[in-house]
């Protein structure tokens, strides 16, 4: 409003009495208004002493960097590139396509493989994007609409200029240690029994028996999280098991079945054709042996309370998802992540496909486990999102940043250390400055300068004191 009138916007304060006030104190009017007077006051004495703003402003690289080129990886090349942007695609890989390559089908049937055909056919033959293989960043520099990024793919590296990010890095399946995975060849991974599924293995046609152990390595202390696709994919590849033979025993052995929304006719239909479902505890895991190459499964039936023993041709273990994004990626682009090593967006709400760095978004499987119409839909998102910085001729930053006095500056580069943005720099003089566009005014800076060089502008020292003061 204030903008609209003609107004720097930085000239306004707010006195929040609804959220810090009437809705805390709801049970006590009384001291809900004193308080309330307070605040006023307090916003009163600080608006009295605030100034109007600058906000800076550059032009913007019209290119786009994709890390990964995995399923959710080109499809938001594809979305910018369609939309008139060029793009670089940096994947580290040998070829294009990520995990999707050793799925069989979705859920719903489709076939994987030649999906992932066409998105890298559409890839290599789309005039707008740049494909570096066997690739991986090794310098970025920068900020939203300005990056410069290196790209190691060879002897040579390139250089690359580009105005936003998407980081697409997918991720793999944890390779156990338990259930004799390694030992024996009839104990297999979800992804490697995909792959006798597409080979048509006479193996498993053969087979009498299936059992497929759910939340391996996740759901346990080392990695609490639920990895979100397994129970689906055991559904599915029980159900493909028993169309191709059925009489064949499949058992599930699981902790809790979590195959959410439409996926549960998945769950119906395998009861229906004859998969038994056994419930474990964590305290009491199935023990997998062998015996003269035969596998035996044992596992307490949950409801007889007693030992079941299941002979099986294969054991398929239903392993935790694992991201491929590392802490020297995340700190090129300055972009956190969370206990389990996956990437954290900025508000799961309000930016879920943003970062709190701006101009980098991310996508599919870096961002939490997820099957694949979910990391089509969120690198689509994420496409959409980094395409309203590319639109633009120049990007507008924040005049609510740190600025240093060069007079005061005594050079001892604390706030070039603490700061998470890398916004301080030394200059030419030898003095530290702050780049605005780097600025997120979180205030670092200005609690560790012992020479009091900096200050945040809209949160000085004066407007902090009078407000103090006031109440």
Sequence with gaps: TMADAGLNKYLFEMANIRNHDSWVHSSDPAMATE???DLVRM??????LLEPLPEPELSVTRRAL???GGVAGMTAALSLADQGYPVNIVESGAQLGGQALRLHSTWRGEDIAAF????????NAHERITVHLNARLSQVEGFVGNFKSVIQNGAEPVTVEHGV???ATGGREWKPDEYLYGQHPGVLTQLELDEKLRADDPALAQAKSVVFIQCVGSREP???YCSRVCCTHTLQSALEIKRRSPDTNVYVLYRDMRSYGEREILYQEARRAGVLFIRYSLEDKPKVTSLD???TVTVTDHILRRPLVLSADFVTLATAVLPNVDEALAQLFKVPINEDGFLVEAHAKLRPVDFATDGVFLCGLAHYPKPLDESIAQAQAAAARAATVLARDRV??????????PFLCSACGTCVAICPYSAPRFNERGVAEINPALCKGCGLCVASCRSGAIQLQGFDDAQILTMIDSL
Excluded at 116 to 123: A, D, G, K, S
């Design 35 to 37: 308080k309330a007077k």
């Design 43 to 48: 916003a009163v004495a600080k608006v009295a």
């Design 66 to 68: 994709v890390l990964g």
């Design 116 to 123: 992932v055909e066409q998105l890298r056919q559409r890839v």
């Design 165 to 167: 990010a998407i980081i």
């Design 222 to 224: 080392q990695r609490p």
């Design 293 to 295: 190459g035969t596998l």
């Design 396 to 405: 507008h930053f924040p005049g609510t940043v740190a600025r240093t006095n």
